[in-house]
């Protein structure tokens, strides 16, 4: 996640080089937002190779020759800014994936039915479980719009928005037979390649369940979301059961699982990309 931060706050500054190269020349330069602060500390950091050098820019910065104030004018300019960024970022993502949780709390617990009925149009299943997808965020306060893009009201939430940091997520189904294993590997190459075209260092799958069959991902990471690594984009995949079972859990057949492993997926990604 840290290197997904980092690879995404370094394409927006192509020249940072030269910044960097101006700072070091003893020329005192600060970033023009929040952002390039948080670039330029970045690569000071990295460049930052002995002591000497801490002091040299502490007196470009403050005119003293005191160490311990070059020490705490570098924490200041270049380190804090760094850091304010990347632990936003974090707080951003810890809290899409609360929010992805508690949907998926919300459509197991209580609207199971519900979305059960919309997957019987089955042309317009998944764009119907979009929308509710779509609609509870938007009840959450995340911010973008949707606009039909065809007279069947078709959408596409990734490219109608026109924020800086659209949200990458994508709905698929999964039933276990047409919609099985193949169907997830495709979705994950989907939201990979949007990651990869809009610069984002995170995309959500969002998987429906529609069979008694267990879906199990089987990758390096493990946490409460299954997620994936490759390429410095993570891409987190939830599973939300809104299969209806016919009998309780007592009288249920032993589980059958469809396991899915990182190796799979990621080597559709390559092979996909590579046709590209």
């Not at 007196?59 to 705490?72: A, D, M």
């Not at 709905?171 to 919609?179: A, E, P, V």
């Not at 959500?204 to 990471?221: A, R």
């Not at 309780?248 to 396991?259: D, G, M, N, T």
Request: include cysteine; charge should be negative; charged fraction near 30%.
């Amino acid at each position: 996640m840290f290197n997904g931060i980092i690879e995404n706050l370094l394409a927006q500054f192509p020249e940072i080089d030269n910044i960097i190269d101006r700072i070091f020349n003893k020329e005192d330069c600060y970033g023009e937002t929040e952002e390039e602060s948080a670039a330029i500390g970045y690569n000071v950091l990295r460049r930052l190779e002995n002591t000497d050098q801490i002091f040299d820019l502490g007196w470009t910065y403050r005119q003293t020759g005191k160490n311990r104030e070059s020490i705490e004018a570098i924490k200041e300019i270049f380190m804090e800014p760094f850091y304010e960024y990347v632990d936003e970022k974090l707080d951003d993502q810890q809290a899409m994936l609360t929010l992805l949780r508690r949907y998926k709390h919300r459509c197991e617990w209580f609207h199971r039915k519900r979305l059960g009925d919309l997957i019987q149009d089955q042309r317009a299943a998944e764009k119907l479980l979009a929308l509710d997808l779509y609609s509870y965020l938007y009840d959450q306060g995340i911010d973008f719009s949707i606009e039909p893009c065809s007279i069947t009201g078709e959408i596409d939430l990734i490219s109608a928005q026109n924020t800086k940091d659209p949200l990458l997520a994508d709905t698929k189904i999964f039933d276990g037979d047409s919609r099985g294993k193949t169907y997830i590997r495709k979705g994950v190459n989907q939201i990979y390649t949007y990651c990869q075209q809009y610069n984002e260092p995170f995309g959500y799958l969002i998987i429906y369940k529609i069979t008694e069959k267990d879906l199990c991902f089987s990758l390096k990471f493990s946490r409460n979301i299954p997620l994936i690594i490759h390429n410095h984009k993570t891409i987190f995949l939830i599973t939300i059961d809104i299969y209806s079972h016919n009998k309780p859990v007592s009288q249920r057949p032993p589980i059958k699982a469809i396991e899915i492993t990182e190796e799979e997926l990621i080597g559709i990604i390559e092979d996909e990309t590579k046709e590209v």
